[in-house]
């Protein structure tokens, strides 16, 4: 920190631009400003350095071209703190739905036979490629995880991931259960808390935004086995839960287990 | 021999929504070259729908962007009932609009204040206008605080909105707030009119004085919108949307990960100033009088009238938020939704997303999306952008090059472009 100032870079590979838009939206970014040295954030910053060192990196979107690859291993050497922001930077976005499916049939079917002189790659968290510290969830975030994290690092402290589902925030709101009274395959009991339970006081069954639960307390395999009982299918399943966790290791292996379990 | 020098070049192009590149190459002769390179990762978002169940597309569509997901919700969903044969009842319809209203406010105001003002003030970054502009920075942030609240009302949340399924709506918000939306939407149009008139005063440059072909969506009910059936050209010529292919074609180009487009083997324009040009006679109210009194200003040939045109549409889009809430109450109470039977077939929907003409095709089968085709503005607009900022370049590759790169990136910000939008969305 220089002059009192924390020196802040918020970067963006492959995304749709949400987690920066949010954090930029929040009114109090304005109390923030005194406090903060913005040294890279091209959204807002015309006079913005990638190469600069930071404080705390802030990155938004998925790895998903060679020179992403480059830019977060420069972001990890200049930074103290490096923080993957949103659904694709933790957990490879809605663009890893496919993950399975090689990137050249991906490729061929968007833009045929054609090539661009960038080298694409198949979406990944940065994880993947550098040592991340601290993750903020959600497609996109909410403003307060944003003042939550930023609020910890000021005060020289840090900030504590959500342990429990979105269910637990249903249940405070009193909506009713989208899963047991609407029967339609809500995944907020494995799904991150911190967003108020949204979408089921909509009505609407969780998409899972915010990623699975994390300290391997997701249960895939419980909330599979309610969904196999309202009769979908194991590949129904496993595409709705990999919307926004393709890249969880214990999915696949948990699934499995509920649908193996009937063939003994 | 003829020497050709070192590009010009801006790697990142800031303050834009995405990740583009400018690259201006200059020989002996003049300006060679003018690339816009698009660099954002693709995303495959037809090639990774397809085959998936429709609602669950839906949900994943709007993570196309973030400025206009609720312009990608509102244009997918309506493209998957089309494909079914469903058209939502007037009320649900209506209250769509104000949603993508919300949307419209939003990110105009986003574009004109934070992205595009700081240029003509002379500052790197809006953040650093807070002490010397006040009013203008307390303006911009009441402006997309409404914006954002419609959304969080009508669509669940300001980015990457939940709330708007097949048949109608997950909730509706009650009485009293889309009261209290009408009586914010009116202590909001006096804040409009400033915008307008702040944006009116800025300079449009010559340099990029031309004509330009325009691409609207024709809206319904002949009243200035957002939703219609057919695509109008400022060349007089109109076709029903479901035939865009027979008009506009798609082509890769190397330097980029978007795709290029061309009407009738041209480049052309969409976007507010587009919508303006063509369907002006459209216009009612307090934006109608303004439009009459700076009609030289909101004029077809030049695309930094695409910025006042962004003003001009908040003006109206406000006053037409609160007559489309007016039709709504009229007919409260309102069902929020009507079931839809799922149905095979193909279904196509063109809507004005805030910077241009969003196209989805969607065919479904068996209640999976059997196959997508998502053109969204900026990929429209990137053939003609290259355009301009040839013709900014070859007025000024003399210059001190940052006087050109900033004036290269005006240019391009000026059709506020989206980037991650464009990026590979389209399919051959």
Redesign the interface.
Known sequence: MENGKVRIGFY????????Q??F??M?E??QL?PRAE?VCW???????Y?DEPVDIAFIEG?V??E??VELVKRIRENAKIVVAVGSCAAHG???S??KD?PIE???K????N?????R??P?KPVEEYIKVDYRIYG??PEKKDFLYALGTFLVGSWPEDIDYPVCVECRINGHPCILIEKGEPCLGPVTRAGCDA??P????AC?G?RGAIGYDVAWFDSLARTFKEKGLTKE?IL??MK?FNAHNPKLEEMVDKVFQEVKE | MSNVYLPITVDHIARVEGKGGVEIVVGDDGVKEVRLNIIEGPRFFEAITVGKKLEEALAVYPRICSFCSAAHKLTAVEAAEKAMGFAPREEIQTLREVLYIGDMIESHVLHLYLLVLPDYLGYSNPLKMVDEYKKEIGIALDLKNLGSWMMDELGSRAIHQENVVLGGFGKLPGKNTLELMKRRLREALPKTEYTFELFSKLEQYGEVEGPITHLAVKPRGDVYGIYGDYISASDGTEFPSEGYKEHIKEFVVEHSFAKHSHYHRKPFMVGAISRVVNHADKLYGRAKELYESHKDLLRPTNPFANNLAQALELVYFTERAIDLIDEALAKWPIRPRDEVEIKDGFGVSTTEAPRGILVYALEVKDGRVAYADIITPTAFNLAMMEEHVRMMAEKHYNDDPERLKLLAEMVVRAYDPCISCSVHVARL
């Open positions: 963006a590979l492959t995304s749709c631009y949400g987690c838009l949010q930029a939206m009114d970014i304005l400003l913005i091209f959204m807002v910053e015309r006079d913005s990638e998925s998903s071209t020179e992403e976005g809605v663009q739905w496919e499916k049939e991906l490729w079917a968007v833009y045929g054609a090539t661009v002189k960038f694409p790659k979406a497609c996109p949204r979408c006081g909509f009505g609407i998409i935004c129904e595409e709705r919307i």
